[in-house]
């Protein structure tokens, strides 16, 4: 099973992983401890790309066989790792200036991913505290071109360095518009995985009847729970709002949710409206001024809050399995207490 996951996903559903000790030869061993070590593979192509040796392509492929058949035959999607040319072809594809000059900007970005590694680690061992029988993913830093951020391959998780260079990277100016750069920081990286890696386990049970409500707490469902086990001080930090995004949001909260009722959104199935509240745009029309986008996983994340406090004793795990979103907005007493 596949799947490749953008970071700037607008209303999509993922799936996924589970890990340890690097799969070089196909087998998979525990991680000790779910202390997470990145490996490094990106630094690993660069000295290909640089070296263009026989030896260092064996390497790539004989001792990290899964991630560099993703790389080339679905990030980059340049041929098999069985063609017989693939290696002049992967060596000539980086060999463009621009990833010249992004292989080298990247090494230099993120000389070691210590603060990554130290997030990755804590995280999941809340959250193997929450789900005693979950599977930690092994998790590999690479270079996608500037494609997905995340990806997310049967047992792995592959983190893009390319796509968390920061807003003010200047080769971002070229491919990306203002509001886009602004969730491609370093500090996007660990939030990020831990909201695919948990769509992935608990996906969107999509069906005809899916409606606004339930893409709202669904995506708020995942945020909330990052949000708690990241430690962010409000469901604003985690989506990577603005302080003045985030109060916003605050201030409008019952007018927002008053509009969404009154406009008979809230059970819509329509996608244009539901992409409306759920993509990540610059900003959106509402009430008369410039909303923030993703203000329906804002508001979603607030209902779930709302939920969790008339029941404190739910556990993390039982709330992710959760999925009549109509039944906990009733039970939530959303913005009535």
């Known amino acids: 099973m596949k799947l490749r996951i953008s970071l700037l ?17 196909g087998n998979e061993s525990t991680q000790k401890k779910e202390e997470i070590s990145v490996l490094r593979y990106d630094k690993l192509l660069s000295e290909y790309v640089r070296s263009n040796s026989f030896s260092a392509m064996q390497k790539l492929i004989m001792d990290y066989p899964q991630p560099t058949k993703i790389l080339i035959e679905d990030v980059l999607a340049i041929g098999t790792v069985k063609d017989d040319t693939i290696s002049q072809r992967l060596q000539k594809f980086y060999s463009d200036t621009t990833l010249t000059r992004l292989l080298r900007d990247v090494q230099t970005k993120f000389p070691n991913l210590d603060v990554v590694e130290d997030g990755l680690s804590k995280g999941f061992r809340k959250l193997k505290k929450e789900i005693p029988g979950m599977q930690v993913p092994f998790i590999y830093s690479q270079v996608s071109a500037f494609n997905e951020s995340i990806i ?16 003010d990277y200047p080769l971002y100016k070229r491919f990306y518009y203002d509001y886009q750069c602004r969730s491609m920081r370093p ?22 009847g899916t409606s606004l409500i339930d893409w709202m707490m669904h995506s708020g469902k995942i945020n909330y729970v990052v949000q708690n086990l990241l430690g962010y001080a409000d469901a604003g930090a985690m989506i990577g709002y603005s302080e003045a995004e985030t109060k916003w949001c605050e201030v409008h909260e019952k007018e927002i949710w008053k509009y969404i009722q009154d406009s008979g959104h809230l059970y819509a199935r329509d996608p244009m409206v539901i992409r409306f509240y759920m993509k990540p745009a610059p900003s959106v029309e509402l009430l008369g001024e410039q909303a923030p986008g993703l203000v329906g996983t804002w508001i979603g994340t607030k209902i779930i809050a709302s939920y969790m406090k008339k029941h404190k004793k739910l556990k993390i795990q039982d709330l992710l399995e959760m999925t009549d979103y109509s039944q906990m907005l009733e039970e939530s007493n959303y913005l009535h207490s």
């Open 9 to 25: 996903f607008g209303i999509m559903c993922l799936c996924l992983l589970f890990a340890s000790c690097w799969p070089g030869t």
């Open 152 to 167: 997310l391959v049967d047992t792995l998780l592959g983190i893009s360095l390319d796509k968390y260079m920061g807003e």
């Open 187 to 208: 500090e996007r990286i660990v939030p990020d995985c831990f909201v695919f890696y948990l769509f992935s386990q608990y996906g969107m049970n999509y069906h005809d």
